[in-house]
């Protein structure tokens, strides 16, 4: 079976205003690594800014954060939805 599946990607706070959107939808034939899939999304919007500020964000893949392990090591499934969470000022 060849059928497309997605994830769903969302973008808060800085994140969306780099990306310029809140979520979109990834097109992938498998599972793909965190890696794979942040540099899609930043190809996808062509922008420094939006690798920078996701190069210092929290990222949930599920409800899981994903900490400190090395995107190459995160496997995001087809039908996962990834959250980049910008650090936050103020508290």
């Known amino acids: 079976m060849s059928e497309t599946q997605v994830i769903r990607v969302r973008y808060w706070a800085a994140a969306r205003s780099a990306a310029g ?4 939808t990834v097109d992938v034939a498998g599972p793909v ?12 919007h062509g922008s420094s ?4 500020v996701i190069g210092v964000c ?28 910008p650090p ?3 508290g």
């Open 21 to 24: 959107i809140a979520e979109e």
């Open 58 to 85: 929290s990222v949930l893949v599920g409800d899981q954060p994903v900490g400190s392990r090395e995107p190459e090591t995160v496997v995001v499934p087809p039908g996962a939805t990834v959250e980049f969470l």
């Open 49 to 52: 800014r939006l690798a920078d």
């Open 33 to 44: 690594t965190l890696a794979e899939l942040t540099d899609e999304v930043v190809r996808r």
């Open 88 to 90: 936050f000022a103020g």
